[in-house]
């Protein structure tokens, strides 16, 4: 959910006009998308995990020498039909690769200091107010 949907909901809530009605729905709504979020954030976690675990067993196997230590790598990544299918595609994918870690990188230097001068709200249209 974007800022200015929390900040809709806040303004709704907020208007004396609203009745009980509406924020029961509003309620049930916001119950459905939290379990809906919640499912694709469990179904997130197992593909993580699943990679996490193909990964760490290439790993192992390329430790002791094992004859094709990428299969299990392999096999998930065919599985999600995430392979690269000819030289072009493992290009643009080393490059994206690439990209990724370049900018993985710069979000780990310290972020420059801020100015604590006027605060400015956003997402704040000019035909509702905000409760205070």
Same mark, same amino acid.
């Given at each position: 959910?974007?800022?200015?949907?929390?900040?809709?909901?806040?303004?709704?809530?907020?208007?004396?006009?609203?009745?009980?009605?509406? @924020?029961?729905?509003?309620?049930?709504?916001?119950?459905?998308?939290?379990?809906?979020?919640?499912?694709?954030?469990?179904? @997130?976690?197992?593909?993580?995990?699943?990679?996490?675990?193909?990964?760490?067993?290439?790993?192992?196997?390329?430790?002791?020498?094992?004859?094709?230590?990428?299969?299990?790598?392999?096999?998930? @990544?065919?599985?999600?039909?995430?392979?690269?299918?000819?030289?072009?595609?493992?290009?643009?994918?080393?490059?994206?690769?690439?990209?990724?870690?370049?900018?993985?990188?710069? @979000?780990?230097?310290?972020?420059?200091?801020?100015?604590? #001068?006027?605060?400015?709200?956003?997402?704040?249209?000019? #035909?509702?107010?905000?409760?205070?």
């Amino acid at each position: 959910m974007t800022r200015s949907e929390f900040d809709d909901i806040r303004a709704f809530l907020a208007d004396e006009a609203t009745h009980a009605g509406d @924020l029961l729905r509003i309620a049930r709504t916001l119950i459905d998308d939290l379990e809906h979020a919640r499912m694709r954030e469990a179904i @997130l976690r197992t593909h993580y995990l699943r990679l996490l675990t193909a990964a760490r067993a290439t790993m192992a196997a390329d430790s002791v020498d094992a004859p094709d230590p990428l299969a299990f790598l392999r096999h998930e @990544l065919a599985e999600r039909g995430q392979l690269p299918e000819d030289g072009e595609a493992a290009q643009r994918i080393l490059s994206d690769a690439r990209t990724a870690a370049a900018l993985l990188a710069c @979000l780990e230097q310290p972020a420059p200091a801020r100015s604590r #001068g006027l605060r400015l709200r956003r997402c704040v249209g000019s #035909g509702r107010t905000l409760p205070r």
